[in-house]
């Protein structure tokens, strides 16, 4: 259960998407796991494989003081043209490696492509920022072994909890 009300920014990158070939399902996903888990899914966003237009997406969410937490879909591959990872890395003021780092050991057992993923999740500001796999089911499997961290790792990021040690 969430002690403070935390707001999520939700950004898909696909050029498929985008132009309208395919429709975005991980998005929505996202979107539907952090309501049900009791976040505000305060903005949603698809945009193309493009570093510049997602770096000033994900710095606008974390200046304009209206998110708490941005996860993004999509571009962490090997595509020549999947660029997240860097984008989101512009943007960063922190690094919080082993999020990115769990999720590729959880998946692993699950697929032998989790090595293949070049996701990272950073903080930029007071917003934390997630990359998550492009696929429904990736992103089920890896936003639902995250999920249980995320309030404290957002309540001591906002400065609503000081502890991190356990009783």
């Known amino acids: ?10 950004l898909t990158a696909s050029d498929s998407s985008f132009a309208g070939t395919r429709p975005d399902a991980s998005g929505p996903a996202i979107c539907e796991l952090m309501e049900k888990a009791g976040y505000t899914v305060a903005q949603k966003a698809l945009l193309p494989d493009e570093a510049a237009q997602i770096s000033a997406q ?3 969410w974390s200046e304009s003081g209206e998110i708490d937490l941005i996860l993004t879909t999509g571009g962490t591959g090997l595509a020549p043209r999947d660029c997240m990872p860097e984008a989101t890395l512009a943007v960063a003021t922190r690094l919080v490696p082993g999020i990115a780092e769990a999720i590729r050991a959880y998946s692993l057992p699950i697929t032998g492509r ?3 993923s070049r996701a990272v999740a950073v903080i930029c500001g007071r917003v934390l920022i997630i990359n998550l796999p492009g696929s429904p089911k990736a992103v089920h499997e890896a936003l639902g072994f995250v999920l249980p961290q995320l309030p404290h790792a957002l309540d001591i990021l906002n400065q609503n909890d000081g ?4 009783p």
């Open 163 to 166: 502890e991190c040690a356990r």
């Open 114 to 116: 989790a090595m293949l």
């Open 58 to 60: 994900l710095r606008g």
């Open 1 to 10: 259960m969430l002690k403070h009300s935390y707001r999520v920014g939700v």
